[in-house]
């Protein structure tokens, strides 16, 4: 379903666009959404080059026209799951200069975390939240000129699965407190020594960490060694 966009201020985008403002082709299967955002480009002073229904088609004009940007639906033929987004990773392989928007009518925070933590030029919007003509050209904008636009929605997903993915978060601030100072290369005297406590119930402390991070007993592997690096990873 195309995104209802509110055309106030679009006329003043649309004046202040000038010809050549960039190129870009659109790829969705959708034909309705398809041809709403290249109308609403074109209006804003973009050149849109071409439309692909599908990533073979929209790797075709990207090679043949290389544009300035491709706006891309995630989802598309055959299999609708991410065959937008792989054609987007060839397109970045290829063409490191290409800015890439995609369009998507879901939170998939996976595929967001794998394509925002590694790329420039980059922009993730939910379709129907696209409600604003300004907003849109200016996320476009912005991806040309080098920046990332990320869905508000998005965001809260990402965040809510750093929470959940957080190793160290089954550890409680003490557990925390002494996990650090291992990782500062203390002893358990130092440790107790440091946070007032006996050895022994840094013992305990140092068992519960282990026990956490899932570090069982191994004649190969220092568990504690492997604790400060997970507690490095996840600073």
């Known amino acids: 379903m195309i995104p209802t966009l509110q055309s106030h ?30 109308s609403l ?7 849109v080059v071409g439309q692909a229904v599908d990533g073979a088609a929209l790797l075709d004009l990207v090679r043949e026209h290389h544009p300035d ?30 800015g890439i928007l995609l369009l998507s009518a879901h939170v998939e925070v996976r595929d967001a975390v794998e394509l925002l933590a590694t790329w420039e030029r980059v922009g993730y919007l939910l379709k129907s ?22 869905d508000p929605s998005l965001v809260k ?18 557990e925390r407190e002494v996990l650090a100072l291992i990782a500062e ?9 440091a946070l007032w406590v006996t050895e022994t119930t840094v013992q305990k402390h140092v ?6 991070l899932r570090l069982p007993p191994s004649s190969d592997d220092h568990r504690r060694v492997l604790a400060v690096l997970t507690w490095l990873r996840a600073r």
Do not use: Y
């Open 9 to 38: 201020g679009a006329d003043e985008q649309v004046g202040r666009a000038s010809q050549g403002r960039g190129r870009v082709v659109v790829a969705d299967d959708d034909v309705f959404v398809r041809e709403g955002v290249s």
């Open 185 to 193: 290369g203390r002893s358990n005297i130092g440790i107790a020594r």
């Open 157 to 174: 997903e990402l965040l809510g699965a750093k929470r959940r993915d957080d190793p160290l978060a089954a550890l409680s601030e003490r």
């Open 41 to 47: 480009l074109q209006r804003a002073g973009f050149e």
């Open 129 to 150: 939240r696209v409600t604003d003509v300004n907003e849109f050209i200016d996320a476009l904008d912005r991806i040309m000129k080098g920046g990332s636009v990320v």
């Open 69 to 98: 940007l491709a706006v891309i639906d995630i989802r598309m033929p055959p299999t609708h799951r991410t065959e937008g987004l792989v054609a987007a990773h060839q397109i970045r392989a290829e063409f490191s200069d290409i």
């Open 207 to 212: 068992q519960h960490i282990l026990t956490k």
